[in-house]
């Protein structure tokens, strides 16, 4: 049970179950360990709203919530694309653990996996190991959560990074932070996952060119149209993440490169060949950008010639960052 330093009071806890019985004994459990904040999510949409309004410390949640995917919520938290806390804490529930499922739960993001029947000796175990200390971030190409990987995936460059990340629960159970202070690491800490995430993305465009360009010259393949999506989905969320940080500069390509993209998908069949030379010249000019060893003024360039091919004219020159 609870140890007398954690106090959980103040902590914000979300209760997904559709389960009736099953969502009032978690929440008697938890109530009888000292959690005075707690929203009942009988189905999907309070809980989706509870993260939107940035109500929410720990949600504990099962995998077949009513009215929606919560594994969609997850992902979409961690990538900062609801709410403001994208270091939530996570804790999933599930009666039948096929691989698939387990698979799927920490493909999301999730901190942690319980399998029903519920102990509330084990649920607050869980909890309590949490607050104490929780797994470093690791960012890759198509995942932002906690490393539990033992292998690099196709796509991702070098091995990533492990960051450092606020831990919500931690504040309010031993009370050593304020909500303020919290917001400003969060920031801070969010700033940083998203540079890793655009770094990541440039090595998957590298990637992914390196096996597009061959198939576009011999006419096109099965998995041709599933690589241009992925492409063009990689180059939008880019040009999304490059707004208001230090490689703003890079916006511009970015963008050429989701036109370019769009382009060949719509004409892979009997694509230009102009566009298909252009395709590796954008994706070294998006790896370059990240490059630490590259120089910013050469880098400016480099995009600056690059979008100007794509276009047909000329740009201004960048200012190097």
């Known amino acids: 049970m609870a140890g007398s330093l954690l106090r959980f009071e103040n902590v914000r806890v979300v209760l997904g179950e559709s389960n009736v019985q099953v969502r009032s004994a978690a929440r008697g459990a938890l109530a009888s360990q000292g959690f005075r904040n707690i929203i009942d999510a009988g189905s999907f949409a309070p809980l989706s709203e509870a993260v939107s309004s940035n109500a929410v410390d720990l949600i504990v949640c099962d995998v077949n919530l009513l009215g929606g995917d919560p594994f969609i919520l997850f992902s979409k938290i961690r990538h900062r694309e609801v709410g403001n806390n994208p270091f939530l804490l996570i804790i999933v529930t599930?009666?039948?653990?096929?691989?698939?499922?387990?698979?799927?739960?920490?493909?999301?993001?999730?901190?942690?996996?319980?399998?029903?029947?519920l102990s509330p000796r084990q649920l607050m175990q869980r909890i309590e190991a949490l607050a104490k200390a929780r797994k470093p971030f690791v960012v890759t190409h198509d995942y932002i959560g906690p490393d539990r990987r033992k292998e690099a995936r196709p796509g991702e460059g070098a091995p990533a990074p492990l960051i450092d990340v606020p831990n919500p629960l931690n504040c309010k159970v031993f009370g050593n932070m304020d909500s303020a202070r919290l917001q400003v690491l969060v920031d801070k800490a969010s700033d940083q996952i998203n540079e890793h995430k655009m770094e990541r993305h440039s090595a998957q465009i590298s990637w992914l060119v390196e096996r597009i360009e061959p198939v576009l010259r011999k006419g096109g393949s099965a998995e041709l149209t599933g690589n241009l999506n992925r492409l063009l989905h990689v180059a939008e969320d880019l040009g999304r993440r490059l707004k208001?940080?230090?490689?703003?500069?890079?916006?511009?390509?970015?963008?050429?490169l989701v036109g370019l993209a769009t382009r060949l998908r719509d004409t892979a069949k009997s694509p230009d060949p102009t566009d298909i030379d252009l395709l590796p010249k954008m994706a070294l000019a998006v790896r370059r950008a990240f490059d630490p060893e590259a120089g910013g003024a050469d880098v400016a360039l480099e995009i600056t010639e690059t979008v100007g091919s794509g276009t047909g004219k000329k740009q201004p020159p960048a200012s190097p960052s």
């Open 244 to 256: 208001g940080t230090r490689f703003a500069h890079v916006g511009e390509l970015a963008n050429s």
């Open 94 to 117: 599930m009666e039948s653990p096929t691989v698939e499922a387990v698979q799927r739960v920490f493909s999301s993001g999730a901190d942690d996996l319980l399998v029903k029947p």
